[in-house]
């Protein structure tokens, strides 16, 4: 069983969704335990995936789906999954954010879509499945395949909600569907120089073969690109998200929305280091200079976008496109020229590094506040931040992890964000590239503004027009306290807790990264 | 010499097991109130204990984990920590009793709140004094900002809300802006997070020009010292309950500013770099145009608050000036610059005068509604010992003995001689001068002006005993530390060493 | 290709985008199954149980197997499975199969994105009543006032 954890992973939730689908629209209650089952099950898999990982000597573990492995067969002809330090920490994220989403929504669901149960929760396990097929296989076309599978559940999970729901979720399909068209077209391209999908074979056979200089190459290194920019959300590609995300149903949003684009991210990582090598990304091309100024302007534009905001979600939604900014920055900060300096990867790879730690960081920090700001405006009633009003005394414990995940968000150690920007800006330093490192301090300010702001809202309460004679004005109890249910309360608390581990344990991770890219630098392995 | 010791994480966590104990106990005030003195005195035994140790050199010292690659969260109570963490540590027990004097005597709502954050500010306040390098002294100061906000901002109404959004706004805007570049190009540049007591790293890897703007950007950064333009978020401040002021902005949000400022001129720059370091006259400047226009701002003050908030400001001002004078080319070689003495002191002797005066400003409030000096006249007939001690307190601050205040201000006025600064002398004695305009008539009209008899409704008497016993200690305190000042210029003297090349 | 995306860009009507959809899926279905092609001549890869070639014109294959479409490689790492037999087949007289395989998945994909998408419209359709869009964003921007 446990040298099939690699596949069990996905395995486990499929059939849970198959099953949820099936038994659940007879008996309505099995669906949410199901798949509890399942994700409880992805989690324990993926761990144990990722401590066969760190144990083995070359840091992966490769499994070829069927058993058509690469010695008896050559490369390219099976699907092949290769779990090495970057996607096997992914891997425990998504299963654990899946997780604490699915405890999440036990009210959501009921109050949001009531009756329709079955296909809510077998979308959520195929979104799930379809994410963890994304971060595992090291097949390009595979990569589509299951892009598509969690694109189109993520369309109908959205389409679920309201009807404002409805059109941006049509919005989000057409605009996700050019970008997938797009991967898939720019891996035709590679197909047809290299003859092969698998990943590590592409990058082989573009290496061993000089087709780097090709013109077809590098069309489809472009169409790729802008494939995975659309579904990551990198400005100006990201005019689907903030409605997408932000009208969805609430369960919905706290699943998509740390997920999707980080995942997307990760994607992104793979292309340029497994598939291209950085050789190839940061000495031949050189989109290093105007990539990291594009990221600066997704950096601010999303900031000052969501300073505009009245609307939490939407608010929240416009952060993540200047969370994005900040990864696709981190990983194009190495300097042109750098590689053929003699530099190693992975001693001028603190972008790098800070890229992969954002992608776990910011999954949390997102999950977070999806979570808070959910279980908020259940209290609350409404979703604009004027409504907000009075919440730490209504609901302290939210608020309290609602703070948590603002202080991370702002970069207020100890928490995960402020490593993040840590290493984001030492990279920006240690490239000379001041504007990243720039940006990154803007974007905390802006932080620090937005949240305070509703901070200051939940926390002052209606404010009296007349102080009273003594200076101070007599407060008149506004109400007792009415925390939120315990399944809304766990996976919040949880999530909290995980920014504060995230980030007291970055050194560790930071470490695995760094492991990672030595491996890649070292032009991979088998 | 290093000794590896836990008692740096106990003075730490003494106020963090208080806060658990202040929850818990919450339904009980008096028990609740008895945990916060519990965590004082502990705290504060435990900083004492440590005192013969650091003055014979031996440092304790306690790592927490090492957060970031050869960056270690790391604790150690060397000479120049111990002055702080004394005068932390001690004033929190009276400012303890203070404080409930005030909440009770005004029933303020939400006292379990008020003295949880105040314990953690505490925590993070002793984490400062005993930070051992850059990151970890940033890591306890950004703790301190977010830790008073809920009591800058306690009476939750408009005033609060705007006095805290200025707050937030100056402290962690400079903050982010400034400090935090600074500590990551330090890393990113050297790989290390700059312990206090290696400074040499620093030296070998960043050129003047670098080094200038890193200085400027660090003591910009720490915008808890006051220093104008950044010093917005105190005045604004005001709007908190009068014990939050007094320790807090008296002492130790204030304090931690300055701290950290010293610490950047004496524990993060090499010596031979710092004296290089032309640029570094700006912060001078800056810091002797505050002294003079913070005095003269506190002139025109009528609220008793406010004025005594710029005159914190003024005050602060005279500390940093007398540090920043180190990267003047006129010290090197000098053993033991009396400025640097001076700021060190000053940071003790000020603390105690002036939570004096914020004491006793808060215990006017308490007793007679009275915020504004105009209406101050003759109440010193009614309340004798309130009046005595800011009287006390007033000459602490002006440096006039018997106080101790006196002492720091004669090294710093030295100092800026040996320095040939001589037009920060100059301001020095100046605002001294504009010091005795606007504390003295405080006190002289409170006892020789006949009463207003619209002024006071009804008896006015002495404020409760909780709030007239701290001052009167404080104040005691202040004349005590003109006659006991030794350990206090032995441990100013052994934090001289650092400046010693290695 | 670009007309699918002009079609889904700049056109109203929300069926119409669909349609631009399809054509642009389809244009990148084509593309890869174009791939597939050598020559003329070739092949579909199934071999006859008696194991040697059926068609008669594979002598021509041999001699204009380097005929690609962009000059790529794409016989070596495609198929190497072969049945063991008596006669190996020479790889050059037969269709690449495996860009069909992947079109296949390719089709699928593309069937479940239009009906997902036609039953969006759907509900879209029942709930406003309209499928333009302008007075779709229209009616949504008055629900998020409302």
């Known amino acids: 069983m446990v040298e099939h954890a690699p596949v069990l992973l996905m395995v486990v939730p499929l059939l849970a969704a198959v099953f949820c689908a099936l038994l659940g629209l007879r008996w309505k209650a099995l669906c949410l335990p199901l798949t509890i089952i399942g994700f409880i099950a992805a989690l324990y898999f993926s761990v144990i995936t990722f401590l066969q990982v760190s144990a083995s000597s070359d840091h992966q573990v490769i499994y070829f789906l069927g058993g058509w492995n690469a010695s008896e067969f050559p490369r390219g002809v099976g699907i092949e999954y290769r779990v090495d330090l970057l996607n096997g920490m992914l891997l425990i994220v998504i299963a654990a954010v899946a997780l604490l989403a699915a405890i999440f929504s036990k009210q959501f669901v009921s109050m949001e879509t009531p009756g329709k149960e079955p296909q809510y929760y077998a979308l959520f396990l195929l979104l799930a499945v379809g994410l963890m097929g994304m971060t595992i296989t090291a097949d390009a076309f595979n990569l589509y395949v299951l892009l598509e599978v969690s694109s189109l559940t993520s369309y109908a999970l959205i389409a679920m909600g309201s009807r404002r729901a409805s059109v941006a979720a049509f919005q989000y399909l057409i605009m996700g ?19 092969s999908l698998n990943m590590q074979g592409i990058h082989d056979i573009l290496i061993g073969e000089g087709l780097l200089e090709s013109p077809a190459v590098y069309v489809a290194f472009l169409l790729i690109f802008v494939g995975v ?92 496109i200047a969370e994005v900014g900040y990864m696709v920055g981190g990983a194009w900060l190495l300097a042109p020229g750098g590689m053929a300096r003699g530099e190693s990867l992975y001693s001028t790879a603190t972008g790098l590094v800070g890229t992969g730690y954002h992608i776990i960081s910011d999954a949390a920090m997102t999950l977070c506040l999806f979570l808070a700001v959910g279980a908020m405006i259940v209290k609350a009633g409404s979703s604009r931040i004027e409504d907000m009003k009075g919440l730490f005394r209504k609901c302290p414990v939210t608020m309290a992890c609602f703070v948590v995940g603002a202080l991370a968000m702002i970069g207020v150690p100890p928490t995960c964000g402020f490593f993040s920007k840590w290493y984001l800006i030492s990279g920006a330093f240690e490239a000379g590239r001041w504007e990243f490192a720039a940006a990154l301090i803007i974007s905390s300010l802006v932080n620090a503004v937005l949240f305070f702001r509703i901070i200051e809202f939940a926390y002052f309460g209606k404010l009296p027009e007349v102080d009273d004679a003594h200076g101070h004005h007599q407060r008149h109890d506004e109400g007792g306290m009415e925390e939120n249910p315990p399944s809304m309360l766990v996976p919040l608390v949880l999530a909290s807790v995980a920014l504060i581990a995230i980030g007291l344990f970055n050194k560790e991770i930071a470490g695995y990264l760094s492991q990672f890219l030595n491996t890649v630098a070292m032009g991979g392995q088998g | 010499m290093e000794i590896y010791s836990i008692k740096p994480l106990l003075a730490f966590l003494a106020p963090l097991l208080g806060l658990v104990f202040i929850n818990l106990l919450r339904k009980k005030p008096n028990w609740r109130e008895g ?10 035994g435990i900083v004492f204990s440590m005192l013969p140790d650091a003055l014979a050199g031996n440092y304790h010292v306690f790592t927490f984990l090492e957060i970031l690659p050869d960056v270690h969260i790391r604790l150690r109570a060397d000479p120049m920590g111990m002055i702080f963490a004394m005068v932390a540590s001690t004033l929190w027990i009276v400012t303890t009793l203070y404080g409930i004097g005030y909440m009770r005597g005004l029933k303020e709502h939400a006292q379990t709140r008020f003295f949880s954050f105040f314990a953690v500010s505490l925590g993070a306040t002793i984490g400062v004094a005993f930070a051992a ?25 408009r005033d609060a809300r705007g006095g805290g959004r200025t707050y937030l706004t100056y402290l962690l805007g400079t903050s982010v802006a400034f400090a935090l570049p600074a500590i990551i190009f330090i890393y990113a540049k050297t790989g290390s997070a700059v312990d206090f007591l290696s400074p040499e790293v620093l030296g070998a890897q960043i050129d003047p020009v670098m080094g200038g703007i890193l200085l400027l950007m660090l ?12 010093h917005s978020w105190l ?108 700021s060190i002191l000053h940071i003790a002797m000020h603390a105690c005068g002036k939570i004096t005066l914020f004491f006793c400003a808060g215990a006017i409030f308490v007793a007679s509604g009275c915020k504004y000096i105009s209406q101050l006249d003759g109440i010193g007939r009614r309340m004798p010992f309130t009046m005595i001690a800011f009287l006390i307190g007033a000459l602490s601050v002006i440096g006039l003995p018997p106080t101790g205040g006196v002492i720091s201000k004669w090294f710093l006025i030295m100092g800026a001689l040996e320095a040939k600064y001589l037009f920060v002398m100059v301001i020095l004695l ?73 | 290709m670009m007309i699918g995306l002009w079609g889904m860009i700049s056109k109203n009507n929300l069926i119409k985008k669909l349609i631009g959809m399809s054509i642009f899926q389809t244009a990148i279905i084509l593309f890869y199954v174009s791939v597939a092609v050598k020559s003329e001549t070739a092949n579909i890869p199934i071999l006859p149980h008696h194991g040697h070639d059926y068609s008669p014109k594979i002598a021509l294959a041999h001699a204009v197997s380097d005929d690609h479409e962009n000059g790529g490689h794409d016989d070596h790492a495609g198929h190497q499975a072969h049945p063991v037999g008596p006669k190996i087949p020479d790889p050059d007289g037969y269709a690449n199969p495996l860009p069909h395989v992947l079109m296949l998945t390719a089709i699928v994909v593309g069937v479940a994105t239009l009906g997902l998408a036609l039953a969006i419209t759907q509900k879209i359709y029942r709930e406003y009543g309209t499928l333009e869009e302008d007075q779709l964003l229209e009616k949504v921007r008055a629900d998020d006032h409302g």
């Open chain 2, 235 to 342: 005045p604004g401040a005001m709007v908190a309950p009068t014990p939050v002021s007094a320790l807090l902005h008296a002492v130790a949000v204030v304090k931690v500013g300055v701290f950290c400022v010293i610490r950047v001129y004496t524990g993060v720059f090499d010596q031979d770099l710092l004296q290089s370091l032309d640029i570094g006259v700006i912060v001078t400047y800056f810091a002797a145009f505050t002294v003079l226009i913070s005095s003269l701002i506190a002139l025109s003050q009528d609220n008793l608050k406010r004025r005594l908030a710029f005159s914190t400001i003024g005050q602060l001002g005279y500390i940093t000036v007398g540090v920043s004078m180190l990267s003047s080319g006129a010290l090197s070689g000098v053993e033991s610059p009396q400025a640097m003495t001076g």
């Open chain 1, 229 to 320: 920019w659309i579904k990551l959300a990198f400005f100006p590609l990201s005019t689907w998200l903030p409605n997408a995300y932000s009208r969805a149903p609430t369960a919905t949003g706290c699943i998509i929305a740390p997920l999707m684009t980080k995942v997307s991210v990760y994607i992104m990582l793979r292309i340029m280091l497994t598939v291209f090598g950085p050789e190839y990304v940061y000495d031949e091309l050189s989109w290093s200079g105007p990539m990291v100024w594009i990221a600066v302007v997704a950096i601010i534009a999303g900031s000052i976008l969501a300073l505009g905001q009245k609307d939490l979600r939407r608010m929240l939604s416009y952060l993540i």
């Open chain 2, 430 to 502: 100046t605002s001294s001068f504009l010091n005795i305009i606007y504390l003295l008539p405080i006190a002289v009209r409170a006892f020789f002006i006949p009463k207003n008899e619209g002024a006071f409704h009804g008896s006015v008497k002495e404020a409760p005993w909780q709030c007239v016993v701290p001052l009167c200690v404080t104040a005691v305190l202040s004349v005590l530390l003109f006659f006991f000042s030794g350990p206090l210029l032995e441990l100013c003297s052994s934090s001289a060493d650092f400046l010693k090349p290695r």
């Open chain 1, 177 to 195: 569907t050019i970008g997938a068209s797009f991967y898939l077209l720019g891996v035709g391209y590679l197909y047809i120089k290299t003859g």
């Open chain 2, 219 to 230: 003591v910009f950064g720490f915008a808890k010292s006051g220093l104008m333009p950044f």
């Open chain 2, 133 to 157: 390098n850059l990151f970890t002294l940033y890591l306890f100061y950004e703790m301190l900002s977010l830790a008073t906000f809920p009591l800058v901002t306690h009476h939750q109404d």
């Open chain 2, 35 to 44: 945990a916060t003195f519990v965590a004082a005195f502990t705290q504060c």
